[in-house]
């Protein structure tokens, strides 16, 4: 069924509430995504009706269950435009990033090869490769920003180099919410020879990702980020890529044959899904994706930018708030990231939360990002499908009121 993105919102149960008297405006999106109807209904019906294991029983349930898992796989490789066997079920993005890092790139890196990732990344996509850099003598290199928060791609270009092994980038930053050109990025790694991974939890759910055009050879995201269950997330890899890289979790399922002494593994993406997976999650995951489907990426891109341009437009009319990241519009998602001078982030969030608005504050799991703005902690706003002008509003207006509390 075709949904309709101006009554979006009806669908989210969770949003038909109240919070210190106010109605809900939940502005955290990029943090985790609120759930509707169609996927509190498919956990449902998977636990009342189809709960069993997969991919092991040969009775009636357990081959539902199993269909209805690989079905979703499918359904994956067809939402981002890769294969089945393409496609593997991690328990998020941050796990994905992890299995690349050591299952696949700690095998190859040799001392003083070179990784390049971006200064704006998430915890998830710079914890792993300092440690992959650590454990291999690798070194690890930072592509810087400009002042518009955009990465500098002559800097990047300087960097490229022979000795570089390994790029790790996010698609959209979740601080600065830039839209990184990810195609030409990746164009510029493989010209030396580099293989490129993508971080794109706050990119899918906002708008389409194609693998083929892409063609990076790694690309991750999380389900409960695109309006699916927490616990599921998605690593796409090239299939030749998948061949060579190794699980670093161990259990049953993913064997061919095992004695011993050795182990032989299945091929990917089952090599992979050690023990018993995330069965409802994944299932969940693929009621979100139906329904992001029926609303259409067109209507979600321009509801979503209608949104942060609106409120980018009225926050910097607020006297002593400063946005960091690129101005509304091309590069820039759906979401805001500012400061009030004077007034701690986490002081911002509890006063505007009084009024019923949910906001992110602290350093967002981008330390270095906060070093290089110069600041400790930022309020960060973000929108999706569900919000609508109204919310925009009382973001503005539970902001006066901030000031005024804290007299700045």
Known sequence: MVKNIATARNDFPILNQQINGEPLTYLDNAATTQKPQVVIDALTHYYETDNANIHRGVYTLAERATEAY????????????????EVIF???????????????ARQLLQPNDEIIITVMEHHSNLVPWQQVALQTGAKLRYIEIDEHGELDLTQYGELLNPKTKFVAFTHVSNVLGTINPVKQMTKMAHDVGAYVVIDGAQAVG?????MTDLDCDFYAFSGHKVYGPTGIGVLYGKRELLAEMNPVEFGGEMINLVERQTTDFKPAPAKFEAGTMPIAQAIGLGAALDYLTSLG????EEHEQSLVTAAYQQLNKIDGLTIYGPAAGPTR??????????????????????????VR???????????TLGVSATTRASFGLYNNLADVERLIAALVETKEFFQV
């Open 297 to 300: 990426w067109s209507a979600i």
């Open 333 to 358: 998602s759906a979401l805001i990231t500012f400061n009030l001078n004077g007034v701690h982030p986490h002081d911002v969030a509890t006063v505007l939360d009084t009024q019923g608005v949910a």
């Open 361 to 371: 504050a602290g350093h967002h799991c981008a330390q270095p990002l906060m070093q």
């Open 206 to 210: 906002h708008f389409s990702v194609d």
């Open 70 to 85: 690989e079905g979703v796989r499918q359904q994956v490789a067809n939402f981002i435009n890769a294969q089945t066997d």
């Open 90 to 104: 991690t328990r998020g993005t941050t796990t994905s990033l992890n299995w690349v890092a050591l299952g696949f």
